[in-house]
């Protein structure tokens, strides 16, 4: 068994801002799991997955990708959930909404995922640049420091990314493309 998840990933110039924070969290707050997966916006958690089934897999997300539009994503500034974690704030649109509630209702009834967490609250798009391993001392000296900083990006999400997780750290196993009317 492995561990997944499918995620949004922000073009490679958002990512390596967003790295820079990262980073900047690590050094001065002690705060370093964000950096073991690449910038994202989780649609479906982490999951267990046999690798012999890999292909049903990938096959069913490229399947479910090949149907979806391209979809906008604004960021704009900081949020928390507190006490411990710390994201860039991700606009919620009615298209984002829309494409984790489809991609959690396919992969739940074409391949039985579900992550019990999710039914029970809203879905908050983020992308986290603090994690679970901030204290609580170093949130609240964090948080002033960015809860008004200005940030703002505009990119449109045009695939789905399955991360593979090595035991250490989060990876691109592999990009499914949504469709773009000129396949």
Known sequence: MSRFFVALLPPQDIQDYANEIKQYFADR????GALKSPPHITLQPP???ADANLPLLE???KEFASEQ?????TLRGF??????????????SQE????QADLMAYTESN???VDKVSKTRPFAPHLTVAFRDLTKQNFKAAWPEFKNRQLHFEFNADKLTLLLHDGTRWNIKREFAFFSGSN
């Open 29 to 32: 707050y002690a705060s370093s």
């Open 79 to 92: 949020d928390a959930f507190a006490p411990r974690v710390i994201h860039i704030n991700v606009v919620r």
């Open 59 to 61: 096959v069913s997300l």
């Open 47 to 49: 999951f267990e997955w």
């Open 69 to 73: 539009q391209p979809v906008a994503i």
């Open 111 to 113: 391949l039985q995922i």
């Open 96 to 99: 984002l909404l829309t494409l």
